[in-house]
């Protein structure tokens, strides 16, 4: 007869690992590929390239909340709704007031999301379109308020004529309108970074989701997880390693240094692809027509120089996050507000995958490897 014990346990015993799980499914979703078809990403069965080409970030976060792209009267309805969740509440924007100027904006994210959860909770999963839409319509006003204030001493006001939210996020930052190609830059960025499958910080959220926690909680623990330099943090720590550089001799000279000292280098190599990064063509392009706006490319040839560079010594390709420092830097936006700005595209796809995750849930909970001591027992306190 056969043991029940011993056939559950050789389930648990079924290895699913490997070092950061490199490889394993660990569920399914439909709302984006990596690394399958077209140029390497699709949203909802979109390519990226097509999207950034011919639809705005708007569009592309109905289309991941909803799973088809909007006709023109649903478009104007989200947007609307978008408009009318701009601003932030008192109390939120006290706090806000609160977090000193030496705080990483990535925490400056973290508690304006969370302490909105606060005071507008989630309180059921009805509501859960809600509380995307209104930290879709929030996070460009929380960052910028909380960066006016604590750097310049100025309490902006935090409703824009801006249609897009990109625009809206570069009007609040410099308080005043931005040009159009700054418009369109900053809608194809925030296309660019929306939904990535089961990268870490989306794998955060939809483990706090299983635990059928609510969506401010699956987004609080999302930023600090998007916050690290391995993530998200990459297109800020890019940024700085590039500016240090003051040629593209003397990029390559020092990025060789580098990797002799075995130091990686941020906004190169990607967990799942293995040539290139398709959203990185995109912003290079961008951040070249931004370079030669800015009348000065020297940035851009740097960042091109590093590209070769660690291709040809490592075969290690530009990830999103490289061409999107110098894009960013070019259109004026500090070097520590990067990451934020993830944030505020990012959060479409983390909601969507909270929705999916809890359209099927079972709560996930994995199993490791015990590499411990061998049972023992509790020697008195004298006696140790
Ligand atoms: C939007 C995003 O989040 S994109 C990612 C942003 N992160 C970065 O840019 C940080 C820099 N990059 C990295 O640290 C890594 O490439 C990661 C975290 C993105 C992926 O990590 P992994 O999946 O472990 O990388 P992978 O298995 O491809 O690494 C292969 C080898 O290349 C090395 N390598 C990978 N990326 C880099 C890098 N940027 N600089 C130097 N060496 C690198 C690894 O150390 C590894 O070497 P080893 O075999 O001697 O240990
Ligand atoms: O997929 C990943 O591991 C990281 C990434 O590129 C992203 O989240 O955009």
């Known amino acids: 007869m056969v043991d029940k014990t011993e056939v559950s346990n050789k389930a648990v015993d079924k290895k699913i690992g490997g070092a950061g799980l490199r490889g394993q499914s660990a569920g399914e979703t439909a709302l984006c590929t990596v690394g399958k078809s077209g140029s390497g990403l699709t949203y909802c069965g979109y390519d ?78 009805t509501q859960q379109n809600k509380a995307s839409n ?100 990459a297109n800020e720590a890019a940024m700085d390693m590039i500016q240090k550089f003051s040629s593209p001799q003397d990029a390559k000279e020092q990025m060789a240094g580098m990797l002799e000292r075995k130091e990686k280098i941020m906004g190169f190599g990607h967990a799942i692809y293995r040539e290139s990064d398709p959203r990185n063509v995109i912003i290079k392009a961008w951040s070249k027509k931004l370079g030669a706006e800015f009348g000065d ?29 110098s894009a960013y830097h070019f259109m004026g936006i500090p070097t520590k507000l990067f990451t934020p700005i993830f944030v505020c595209s990012r959060l479409t796809g983390w909601a969507a995958h909270v929705m999916e995750q809890r359209s099927n849930n079972r709560i996930i909970r994995p199993s490791a490897d015990y590499t411990g001591s061998e049972p023992r027992k509790v020697n008195p306190i004298g006696e140790r």
């Open 297 to 325: 490319s020297s940035l851009y040839d740097i960042s091109v120089a590093c590209e070769e560079f660690m291709w040809d010594s490592k075969k290690l390709f530009c990830n999103a996050d490289f061409f999107h420092a």
């Open 48 to 125: 990226v390239s097509d999207l950034a080409d011919n639809a705005t970030f708007e569009e592309v976060a109905y289309l991941l909340f909803n799973g088809e792209l909007p006709n023109q009267t649903e478009l104007d309805h989200y947007k609307t709704e978008l408009f009318a969740q701009r601003d932030l509440p008192q109390a939120l924007k006290e706090v806000l007031q609160r977090i000193p100027a030496d705080a990483h904006p990535m925490d400056v994210m973290r508690t304006g999301c969370s302490f909105l959860g606060n005071l507008e909770p989630e309180n059921d999963f």
């Open 134 to 233: 209104r930290l879709l319509a929030a996070f460009p006003a929380i960052m910028c308020y909380w960066y006016k204030f604590s750097h310049e001493g100025v309490e902006i006001d935090c409703v824009t004529d801006e249609d897009s939210i990109g625009g809206h996020f570069l009007h609040l930052l410099n308080g005043k309108a931005p040009s159009e190609l700054h418009r369109r830059v900053m809608d194809v960025s925030l296309i660019l970074y929306a939904e990535h499958e089961f990268n870490a910080s989306t794998f955060t959220a939809r483990v706090c989701a299983s635990t059928l926690s609510d969506m401010f909680s699956c987004i609080t623990g999302a930023i600090g997880t998007l916050r690290g330099p391995l993530h998200g943090g």
